[in-house]
């Protein structure tokens, strides 16, 4: 804290004050586990799901899907519903092969700039830069 320290006076009121908060014991709860809430496993596994595919592969899902849709409500046909299938399932297919090719060869081309030197090192991403600030974690 910056300043001056506390007076014996103000800590002993600031601590009569603490001690007051601290015997409502719902809000000593809802201030020990402020902002610790674990994630839900929906945001979990689409998180996870977001890691492997890029948003091309994503977009191009859902595109082809919407296309395919359309063709096989017009003409609801065993053949064109077949067809459809086969092209959806190629071109996601096409699209999360472009995708992992692209990101091995940037995973490649990462540690060396193009006169074939090393390159310096990144800094940490943003998260792992952060501090960890007294209210991420509830006390024990």
């Known amino acids: 804290m910056d300043g001056p320290a506390l007076s014996g006076w103000e800590r002993r009121l600031l601590e009569e004050i603490e001690s007051d908060l601290r015997q409502d014991t719902r ?18 596994v689409l998180r996870g799901v977001g890691r492997r595919l890029s948003a091309g592969v994503v977009l191009t899902a859902l595109v082809m899907s919407a296309i ?13 519903l077949t067809a459809l299938g086969v092209v959806w399932a190629a071109s ?38 952060r501090e960890r600030r007294p209210w991420d974690q509830p006390e024990a």
């Not at 809802?30 to 902002?35: A, I, Y």
């Not at 999360?96 to 060869?105: D, G, P, V």
């Open 92 to 129: 996601v297919v096409a699209a999360i092969a472009t995708s992992a090719l692209l990101r091995r060869r940037a995973g490649r081309g990462e540690g060396r700039d193009r006169d074939g030197g090393q390159r310096r090192a990144e800094p940490p991403d943003r998260d792992e830069r």
């Open 27 to 44: 809000l000593d709860r809802k201030l020990s586990t402020m902002g610790a809430k674990p994630p839900s496993r929906v945001r979990r």
């Open 68 to 80: 395919c849709l359309s063709i096989g409500v017009r003409t609801p046909t065993t053949a064109v």
